[in-house]
């Protein structure tokens, strides 16, 4: 099946930076979502973005779907965006081990 | 709407016991799915619906049963479950392959 991983596994950031999640896919997909798991362990889903770029308020996110890569972008964080950041792929849905973020004020 | 609901937030059953998790989505969704979450790891799929019919089982054990009584309700019967399978449940839902609207999850502790 499809080999999903992400970079960094950890990150720190002060209130106010920004920051880049990286996710690789193994093989061509149709199908490429990111989520932000918070502490209660709901998943949201921050986009579907198989291809191309795509903005929303302080995040944005771009998949090169050729190169097998996807690029979550954070700017300004706030701790209300600590938690978990997953990239998940193919038919069935395979999730990176996922970007814990720690945002401190 | 794009809320998945799932009942009941938390459970501890014992190994003998049987009991359901319930899942329901308004959205007109036509695919549903089940996943397990252990602590500190992704969510792993376990089943898929799709028009209501069981389309995969990610060689799931079979004290795990899985229903679709309509296109809005998923329920997952549990029954004589290990220690191990304590862990969060999540239920998903989508139109089709694309964008999976996932429910707040059950906790389970099997003790």
């Known amino acids: 099946g499809i080999q999903v991983e992400q970079s960094p596994p950890d990150l720190i950031l002060q209130e106010g930076a920004n920051s880049t999640l990286r996710c690789n896919f193994s093989?061509?997909?149709?199908?490429l979502q990111w989520f932000h798991q918070n502490p209660w362990g709901q998943l949201i889903n921050l986009f579907y973005i198989p291809s191309g770029t795509k903005q929303n308020g302080r995040l944005s996110a771009t998949t090169v779907a050729t190169e097998r890569y996807s690029l979550l972008y954070i700017s300004s964080s706030q701790t209300t965006d600590s938690g978990v950041y997953f990239c998940?792929?193919?038919?069935?849905?395979?999730f990176g081990e996922g970007t814990q973020l720690t945002v401190n004020p | 709407d794009t809320e998945v609901t799932q009942t009941p937030k938390h459970l501890v059953m014992g190994m003998t016991n049987k009991k359901s998790l319930k899942c329901e989505q308004h959205?007109?969704?036509?695919?549903m799915y089940w996943y397990k979450q252990k602590a500190k790891k992704p969510p792993e799929l376990m089943f898929v619906?799709?028009?209501?019919?069981?389309?995969i089982n990610e060689s799931v054990p079979s004290r795990f049963s899985p229903e679709c009584p309509n296109s809005s309700l998923l329920n997952l019967h549990l029954h004589a479950l290990q220690p191990e399978d304590s862990a969060l449940y999540l239920c998903?839902?989508?139109?089709?392959?694309?964008?999976?609207?996932f429910g707040p999850g059950t906790r389970l502790t099997v003790l």
């Open positions: 619906y799709s028009y209501e019919k069981l389309s």
């Open positions: 093989d061509s997909v149709n199908n």
């Open positions: 998903a839902s989508s139109r089709a392959t694309d964008t999976q609207y």
């Open positions: 998940a792929s193919g038919s069935r849905l395979t």
């Open positions: 959205m007109g969704h036509r695919a």
